[in-house]
């Protein structure tokens, strides 16, 4: 068998690679702030948005309304509003809002700004009939919310959140690689006996991986285009790409060069990309899943399924706990949950066709009561750096790796001692 090859094999490759992509980010972000000197022009824009997010919040005395939107052009922004307005979530407004004070920098990550509400209309697309039909199968209006994010990247509210992150799920409810992976798995199963089928009689000279992968492709496009392009989602399908390609061309895949080569062309045609949380914590995942691959190649099948789900959640848990803080006695659960939830996600989908949609809802009800039990477990920043320094050391030493193992492992012990003793 030939062995696959580098994608880089000299400093001259890389250097042009990174010259083209700074080249490609130039131009970028050049449109993009020709695009900002227009929105910031006037005093006030006039925008339509969608309604991503609405929830309470109480400063001193006042309670007011925080309203999360997102207009066409991508643009992400929070404002404000009365207690008394009703619920608008998916709504599309169109507003007046004042940004003239707006820097780029804000622009290209989101910001607030005050506004006035001129108008309001439902959002009659195809993602809300298919948010209703979901909805439908569903008594509780929070069992539907969760399948909504699971389907359609829709938001959940604080209080889900919080317990999913209590019970170290996050990474399950928000749509990313994993959901791609399975679903790409599931079409490419699907289509190869019917595919195989027709080849034998009609076009015995296709090829059929390329083919299959073309459908595939074409399918998971639609569908990252259906759910307005979520960064976690779009770092999936460019390295599904990415992967497909190296693939057909004999050149390694499970390789940190293949997440770097993504990450960077993502960056660079997309750079609002950089300021998202989920984009770096979905690319976060896919290191530490090659990292393992990377020094544990030879394990069998069963062996790296479960080394991975175990050692991932170790080596992420130093970052989540870090940013969000949110763990419980429970937490490690994940672990089994996550293993759980391959063929739960394609299990839930057919349900939900078939008319049974809430037949796991008992056991979702029973694990956000398990997630309300949960507590704050801080971390310093040096810890947060040692972690990620050693992630990267670990890429070329395997006993880099065992120490990033250990260490943890160690943050893993001292978190449950937090919950213990809280």
């Not at 909504?148 to 399950?172: P, R």
């Not at 170790?314 to 940013?323: A, D, K």
Request: aromatic residues 20%; proline residues 2%.
């Amino acid at each position: 068998m030939l062995e696959r090859v580098s994608l880089f094999n000299s400093w001259r490759d890389i250097s042009l690679f990174l010259f083209a992509s700074f080249f490609i980010l130039f131009l970028s972000l050049f449109f993009e702030y020709r695009n900002y000197k227009e929105f910031t022009r006037f005093d006030s824009a006039l925008v339509d948005a969608t309604v991503l997010k609405q929830y309470e919040k109480q400063n001193g005395k006042r309670t007011y309304q925080v309203l999360k939107l997102k207009n066409s052009d991508g643009i992400t922004f929070y404002t404000t509003a009365k207690k008394s307005l009703q619920d608008m979530k998916n709504s599309r407004l169109k507003m007046e809002i004042w940004a003239k004070e707006l820097t780029f920098f804000n622009y290209l990550n989101s910001f607030y700004a005050f506004s006035k509400i001129i108008s309001i209309e439902e959002n009659n697309t195809t993602k809300e009939k298919v948010n209703a039909f979901i909805a439908s199968a569903h008594e509780d209006a929070l069992m539907g919310n969760i399948y909504q994010a699971l389907y359609t990247a829709e938001e959940v509210d604080q209080k889900t959140q919080t317990a999913f992150s209590n019970l170290g799920v996050s990474h399950i409810v928000a749509i990313s690689g994993f959901h791609l992976s399975i679903l790409s798995a599931l079409l490419y199963f699907l289509l190869k006996p019917l595919y195989g089928f027709a080849q034998e009689r009609f076009f015995p000279y296709r090829n059929s991986k390329m083919d299959i992968f073309a459908v595939v492709a074409v399918v998971l496009f639609a569908y990252t285009l259906f759910l307005d392009a979520p960064p976690s989602l779009v770092r999936s399908f460019a390295m599904f790409l990415v992967g497909f390609f190296l693939y057909d061309r004999g050149i390694k895949i499970i390789s940190m060069q293949t997440l770097f080569v993504t990450i960077i062309l993502l960056l660079a045609f997309f750079p609002r990309l950089a300021f998202s949380l989920g984009f770096w914590l979905s690319a976060g995942g896919v290191f530490y899943i090659f990292l393992f691959l990377i020094h544990f190649k030879n394990l069998n099948f069963f062996w790296q399924m479960v080394g991975i789900s175990v050692l991932v959640y170790l080596y992420m848990l130093p970052v989540s706990l870090y940013i969000f803080q949110n763990f419980s006695i429970y937490h490690p659960s994940s672990i089994i949950l996550s293993m759980l939830f391959t063929p739960f996600y394609p299990l839930s989908i057919l349900a939900h066709l078939v008319g049974f949609g809430d037949f796991c809802d008992p056991f979702l009800l029973w694990l956000m009561e398990l997630g309300e039990n949960g507590t704050k477990v801080e971390l310093a920043l040096y810890i947060f750096l040692l972690h990620i320094a050693l992630s990267f050391v670990a890429i070329y030493s395997k006993m880099a790796m065992w120490g990033l193992t250990f260490f943890s492992t160690l943050v893993f012990i001292y978190a449950m001692y937090q919950v213990a003793e809280f």
